[in-house]
């Protein structure tokens, strides 16, 4: 997803911009209400990285993006110390291809990790192909610990496992979701599966050991993110913690749901308890940094794999659609980092990121070791946010981004503010939006009665960008059959 700075789009965008609205120009700004970030000293080499992901989180389900029902205190707290960012993308609209491209840094579409993957561990090569290289492969000969905790959703096959894939040690599910009581994990492996999504019932793998759990999966997979803090206090090291909450199934303890009374709706309620388990784990996590002195040269961030998913009463607000549609409430995700010394306490930034914006900035943070592991027949799609952090560049990371809905033959690009999502005639036809003005895509600017503004620059400019994308590389996650 290189900027693109063709003429044609610079015009269109241009002409928009005289016509319509002045253009949404968000740099970062400071919170004067900020809290009291950690002492902001220039960052020593080699930053440990930790990335939480959370799993169909709404857009407007975190307290720093408005949320009112759910407090979310640990996860704010990246925010206020940190940097929080309005319009923040990730490569793919559904878990498995978003997180393929996040961990790589390159868009999924170029090397097939376009559709949630089949999770039949028999199929070869159903997750990030080989080839390719993920952030804790570009990390370790850096000197880097790795760990993945939580779901993975990159592969099952033997050979893409995460310890196949760079990470140390791996504590988690390989599927892309999973039960949360530890009474219903009673699968001993995949090979157990008989009937589609049984696989959600395997016990946890622990360092390729299926091992029993007593807790609610959240708060397992948070004690094992603090013990790797507390155990990795040297550095550096990346943490991978991938919750999937508050994906479906919609599960809670009574500890958690005994925290919204007040919430009527049972499945928002549930949602709610969920988010409040992983943003207590979240806190859990930070502290351990404290605790071990590491917050001030450790860069964490917060997101969500896609949208809010309309199946767990989460809420994109004030986004259209939800997980899988190409409208924003797909894509456009919560998304906070802390990077004392980098990220300004409080800042708001307004230009489109990406998620594989992660990947680019750690590699060239860590050093020449890591940098030297992207090849350039294999370059990132991604761009080093730091001088854009500190505010030593001015201006859009991103030019241009790109979307690809495989399976529905649906496209989008966002160029500035403007967004064409190209449906074609059968997919009920392309829509043009000014996102500057239209935030929540109801004005589709290529209606009749609006004065005409021509998408053929967009559309170009998706044309050229298949030129690098294959087709899917493995058969979708529906395609695992069973005998009745
Ligand atoms: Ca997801």
């Given at each position: 997803?290189?900027?693109t700075?063709s003429?044609p789009?610079?015009?269109?965008?241009?002409?928009?911009?005289?016509?319509?609205?002045?253009?949404?120009?968000?740099?970062a700004?400071?919170?004067?209400?900020?809290?009291?970030?950690?002492?902001?000293?220039?960052?020593?080499?080699?930053?440990?990285?930790?990335?939480?992901?959370?799993d169909?989180?709404?857009?407007?389900?975190?307290?720093?993006n408005?949320?009112?029902?759910?407090p979310?205190?640990?996860?704010?707290?990246?925010?206020?110390?940190?940097?929080?960012?309005?319009d923040?993308?990730?490569?793919?609209?559904?878990?498995?291809?978003?997180?393929?491209?996040?961990?790589?840094?390159?868009?999924?579409?170029?090397?097939?990790?376009?559709?949630?993957?089949?999770?039949?561990?028999?199929?070869p090569n159903?997750?990030?192909?080989?080839?390719?290289?993920?952030?804790?492969?570009?990390?370790?000969?850096?000197?880097?610990?790795?760990i993945?905790?939580?779901?993975?959703?990159?592969?099952?096959?033997?050979?893409?496992?995460p310890?196949?894939?760079?990470?140390d040690?791996?504590?988690?599910?390989?599927?892309?979701?999973?039960?949360?009581?530890?009474?219903?994990l009673?699968?001993?492996?995949?090979?157990e599966?008989?009937?589609?999504?049984?696989?959600?019932?395997?016990?946890?793998?622990?360092?390729?050991?299926r091992?029993?759990?007593?807790k609610?999966?959240?708060?397992?997979?948070?004690?094992?993110?603090?013990?790797?803090?507390?155990?990795?206090?040297?550095?550096?090291?990346?943490?991978?913690?991938?919750?999937?909450?508050?994906?479906?199934?919609?599960?809670?303890t009574e500890?958690?749901?005994?925290?919204?009374?007040?919430?009527?709706?049972?499945?928002?309620?549930?949602?709610?308890?969920?988010?409040?388990?992983?943003?207590?784990g979240?806190?859990?996590?930070?502290?351990?940094?404290?605790?071990?002195?590491?917050?001030a040269?450790t860069?964490?961030?917060?997101?969500?794999?896609?949208?809010?998913?309309?199946?767990?009463?989460s809420?994109?607000?004030?986004?259209?659609?939800?997980?899988?549609?190409?409208?924003?409430?797909?894509?456009?995700v919560?998304?906070?980092?802390?990077?004392?010394?980098?990220?300004?306490?409080?800042?708001?930034?307004?230009?489109?990121?990406?998620?594989?914006?992660?990947?680019?900035?750690?590699?060239e943070?860590?050093?020449?070791?890591?940098?030297?592991?992207?090849r350039?027949?294999?370059?990132?799609?991604?761009?080093?946010?730091?001088?854009?952090?500190?505010?030593?560049?001015?201006g859009?990371?991103?030019?241009t981004?790109?979307?690809?809905?495989?399976?529905?033959?649906?496209?989008?690009v966002r160029?500035?503010?403007?967004?064409?999502?190209?449906?074609?005639?059968?997919?009920?036809?392309d829509?043009?939006?000014?996102?500057a003005e239209?935030?929540?895509?109801?004005?589709?600017?290529?209606?009749?009665?609006?004065?005409?503004?021509?998408p053929?620059?967009?559309?170009a400019?998706?044309?050229?960008?298949?030129?690098g994308?294959?087709?899917?590389?493995y058969?979708?996650?529906?395609?695992?059959k069973f005998?009745?």
């Open positions: 997803m290189r900027s700075n003429s789009l610079a015009a269109i965008v241009a002409a928009i911009a005289s016509a319509v609205l002045p253009l949404h120009i968000a740099t700004q400071v919170d004067p209400t900020a809290g009291n970030a950690p002492a902001a000293t220039a960052p020593q080499a080699q930053p440990n990285l930790v990335v939480i992901i959370a169909d989180l709404g857009y407007a389900d975190v307290g720093f408005g949320c009112e029902d759910i979310t205190p640990g996860i704010d707290r990246i925010a206020r110390e940190g940097a929080r960012f309005t923040a993308y990730v490569t793919a609209a559904v878990c498995g291809p978003s997180r393929a491209g996040l961990i790589t840094g390159r868009h999924q579409d170029r090397f097939g990790s376009c559709q949630n993957p089949t999770v039949d561990p028999s199929v159903n997750g990030v192909p080989t080839t390719e290289r993920n952030i804790a492969e570009l990390l370790r000969p850096a000197g880097y610990t790795s993945a905790v939580g779901k993975w959703h990159l592969g099952t096959f033997p050979g893409l496992h310890q196949d894939r760079g990470f040690q791996f504590y988690g599910f390989l599927t892309g979701g999973h039960n949360y009581f530890p009474e219903n009673t699968l001993e492996d995949l090979s599966v008989n009937e589609p999504w049984a696989w959600y019932r395997t016990k946890l793998l622990d360092n390729g050991v091992v029993g759990t007593k609610y999966l959240t708060d397992e997979l948070s004690d094992r993110a603090v013990r790797f803090i507390d155990d990795h206090e040297q550095g550096p090291f990346f943490l991978y913690l991938c919750y999937n909450a508050p994906h479906t199934p919609l599960q809670a500890e958690y749901l005994a925290r919204f009374p007040d919430i009527a709706d049972k499945r928002r309620r549930t949602y709610a308890a969920m988010v409040s388990a992983m943003d207590d979240i806190g859990r996590v930070l502290d351990a940094l404290d605790r071990k002195g590491l917050a040269n860069l964490v961030v917060f997101l969500s794999d896609n949208g809010g998913a309309e199946n767990n009463a809420r994109n607000t004030p986004l259209r659609g939800y997980k899988a549609s190409p409208f924003e409430g797909g894509i456009r919560p998304f906070a980092l802390r990077w004392p010394g980098v990220a300004e306490a409080g800042a708001v930034f307004g230009h489109p990121i990406s998620s594989m914006d992660i990947a680019a900035t750690i590699v943070a860590a050093g020449p070791l890591a940098r030297a592991q992207v350039e027949t294999h370059p990132l799609d991604g761009v080093d946010l730091r001088p854009f952090l500190s505010g030593e560049r001015d859009r990371p991103h030019e981004l790109f979307w690809r809905w495989v399976e529905k033959g649906h496209a989008a160029h500035a503010d403007l967004k064409l999502i190209a449906r074609g005639a059968e997919g009920g036809g829509l043009l939006f000014n996102l239209d935030e929540g895509e109801r004005r589709n600017l290529l209606r009749a009665d609006l004065p005409g503004i021509s053929d620059p967009l559309h400019a998706l044309t050229q960008w298949f030129e994308l294959v087709p899917p590389a058969p979708p996650l529906g395609s695992w005998n009745d």
